[in-house]
């Protein structure tokens, strides 16, 4: 564990940022499509207090009173979160200096991001805020999120609690993953959006994440860092304990110069990048539905011992395919054993079907759904493999019961993903909360579900080893 | 265009099998959960007549005269659909034979999917259907649909008429993908599900597609072809005229292994199989949301002149990302012309976004969600741009409007697609079928939105100048 700045570890360093006794909002606002509307708006659905709105044109907000400065704040205001113009931002800045505010979260945009004026007017916040022992988070971000304290994103990201921690140089992967993943359920540790990264950065954060209790995975998206070597060694002894689901982007030359106007970051050299991610264990994601698949991955199942993987499914055709996919991804999928195989005869009619791997559950798994439960439970006791992978068409509250009975029974708790395929986009969308709230790692497609086999069991090789090894 | 048994062309022969002027359902039954039952309904609710029930049991199903045997019925029978139980099914088609009936499709399994007895029996089926000139689909398949001939599937597949053509050796395959796609408002011209293909096989129902004309778009999956030289040869002649998205199952052993135990093929060696595909220009698809992806884009886009993508993003880290996957596709990124770059300063704030490629809209394109148009029309119309990926988190109706607006006045029509990002997937899936059945290709995802513009462009290439060369 590194020391930051005032000799603390960056864990004691950064946990109070998110247990604020108070939080100003300075460029508050009522008026609708305002972005600080919105923030007002989610802080008082999160319940906090005390709130206080800033803004010299106001006196009250939303039913709160509001103040001119925050001086004029009665008392001790522990977190600040800036929105107002660009060109005010700096003064506002300083007032939270003088205030002696313990953190700053600068959401207003228009710095390091726009070119070199804007750099400089960054520099200099950081540079009042370090000698009033302040520390800044952004400029041109979306701040942090953390239900347990009832500090709110700017998305509707649950009142709940949970294990995820979430860091990112974009503001939008914040909220896109966090919104999204809330509303199937998933919950949330701590969220941070870096942005510019004028004073603390991503690399921070995810130390801090790293450390912290609450914390048991984390999802991540960055364009550069400033001290790879830090940035690869902090991730590694991490990855040790906890999964790293890691977008990078700009790996691509064109991509890295995206970069640069996105987020101000120099990206790095690819070859580096792609070796550097490997070798520390981190589970590389390179689109949102990649993150999402691999965190609900992540979140419900256990690591598996191998990479021996048993397919039950009801479409024959689905059941060619992903035995394809799978044995391309590096998987295994060898012979049930004996005893497998005369159990799966008791359930499985001759015709039609098949109770080698991959199974195929013929029609009868329409006819009689529950077939579903008894090849699960004979499959998670089979020694010859490591993981499941169910395919159904069977949807809902019928699957999620059929699913939660099979496991409960079996000791060595084994990864069982599924795979979900609805007669329509729309039916598969309304059962996947359902399932993942409910610990059932779901997805449309089994060419998906494969993939996220293969991660997990790359994962367990890292945990089990040292670096990924294909 | 080759010949068949009789000496006509396939597409002779074939064509009426889509055209009955009666048909005979042969072990139906109104009971509900039976298959029977499920058809019976598709049948009443497409309102196709005469059709006439055959059941030694019953005198009446669901309003209609039930006739004990086939040979009973009083006028011709064109089709005689099969679903007797296994052991009925040869006495079945005998009687169909002995009736004159021009084709029979044998739903009901338990042939050669199953061991050498069935295949026997399959055999025998077809020695007596060949003497008296009957065609059989199947048996162990789920038949023939074709909405213009109100002639249904077993899913509810759609009573409306369109141009894509389906054949499957896989039941599920056609049921699952008809569905789906009607769902989200992709309609079909004809779809054939083979199954274990006694008589009529894949590639005859190929050859037909490639030929019939209301089929402008064929999607398939196979295993194995008895005869590799033709379906490439008819591929490759298909491919020229018409977009064949095809899933190939059983590439890799195993896959191959479990391929024999559902629709008894053999699946042929990996190396060669990948290797004709490409060069039969064929849509080549792993999955079945690949078969979507692709399906969704040749549905409803044109084939692009070249390689260059004009990225227009509202979130700046898809921006970043999906850059680089588009790179990595072999896609490039070019600068855009002077004259776009100035139009687009224009429309978009100087602090937060860019206007070079790939375009970051800013929070501007939330709270004016017209600038996507105005940007969307800006890249259409560059000349050095052959397709463009919209990024956005506009959903519905506006972003429909918005993009219909901006390509209609476009002289070039080049390929757009759509990523679209709603806050949950549920809210995604509605909008869905409102996209794709107004002529947008809209994906959840930018990287699978970046991959589909790979093979629209490989396509093209492919069209331009023979084989794939990526």
Redesign the interface.
């Known amino acids: 564990m590194s020391k930051g700045m005032s000799g603390k570890t960056i864990f004691d360093e950064l946990d109070p940022i998110f247990h604020p006794r108070s939080v100003a909002v300075l460029g508050a606002s009522a008026k609708q499509?305002k972005?600080a509307r919105v923030l007002m708006d989610r802080f008082l659905e999160m319940g906090f207090k005390p709130l206080y709105p800033v803004n010299p044109r106001e006196s009250e907000i939303m039913g709160l009173r509001v103040f001119h400065n925050i001086k004029d704040v009665p008392g001790p205001v522990d977190l600040a979160i800036i929105l107002t113009p660009?060109d005010a931002a700096l003064a506002a800045v300083k007032d939270c200096v003088t205030k002696k505010v313990k953190t700053i979260v600068v959401t207003t945009?228009?710095f390091g991001?726009?070119g070199e004026q804007g750099r400089k007017v960054q520099q200099e916040m950081v540079r009042i805020a370090r000698k009033g022992g302040t520390r800044i988070i952004g400029p041109?971000c979306v701040g942090i999120y953390c239900p347990s304290s009832k500090l709110p994103f700017l998305?509707?990201a649950g009142k709940d609690s949970g294990t995820v921690g979430v860091v990112?140089?974009?503001g939008?992967?914040a909220d896109?993953i966090t919104?999204?993943a809330c509303?199937?359920n998933i919950k949330f540790s701590k969220a941070i959006s870096c942005g510019n990264e004028a004073d603390l950065n991503a690399v921070d954060f995810l130390e801090y994440l790293g450390e912290d209790p609450e914390t048991e995975l984390i999802a991540g998206?960055i364009?550069g860092v400033k001290d790879g070597r830090r940035f690869y060694e902090l991730s590694r002894e991490i990855s040790k304990k906890k999964p790293i689901i890691l977008?990078k982007?700009?790996?691509?030359?064109?991509?890295a110069?995206?970069?640069v106007?996105?987020?101000g970051a120099i990206a790095g050299s690819r070859a580096v990048w792609e070796g550097a991610l490997r070798q520390a264990g981190i589970v590389g994601a390179?689109?949102?539905?990649?993150v999402f698949d691999y965190l609900y991955a992540f979140y419900n199942q256990p690591l598996p011992k191998g990479k021996r993987v048993g397919i039950i499914s009801?479409?024959?055709?689905?059941?060619?395919?992903?035995?394809?996919?799978c044995?391309?991804l590096g998987l295994e999928?060898p012979h049930f054993s004996k005893e497998t195989v005369e159990k799966l005869r008791r359930i499985i009619p001759?015709?039609?079907g098949?109770v080698?791997?991959?199974i195929?559950l013929s029609?009868a798994s329409l006819?009689n759904p529950l077939i579903h439960k008894d090849a699960i439970d004979a499959v998670a006791r089979d020694k010859n493999i490591d993981m499941l992978l169910l395919i159904t068409?069977i949807g809902g509250e019928q699957l999620r019961e059929i699913v939660l009975d099979a496991t409960r029974n079996v000791e060595n708790k084994k990864p069982l993903v599924v795979t979900l395929?609805g007669?329509?986009?729309?039916e598969?969308?309304?059962d996947?909360?359902l399932m993942l709230g409910s610990g059932i790692s779901v997805y449309?497609?089994?060419?998906?579900a494969a993939k996220v086999l293969k991660k997990l069991w790359e994962y367990a090789e890292f945990r089990a080893g040292g670096s990924i090894c294909i």
């Open positions: 499509g972005i660009t945009s228009g991001e726009a041109n998305c509707q990112s140089q974009s939008f992967f896109f919104q999204t509303a199937n998206y364009e977008w982007g700009g790996l691509t030359e064109a991509g110069r995206a970069a106007s996105h987020t390179r689109s949102f539905e990649e009801g479409p024959g055709s689905t059941a060619v395919g992903t035995t394809d996919i044995l391309e999928l001759p015709v039609g098949s080698n791997n991959p195929d029609l006819v068409v395929m007669g329509t986009t729309q598969v969308a309304q996947f909360p449309p497609d089994a060419a998906r």
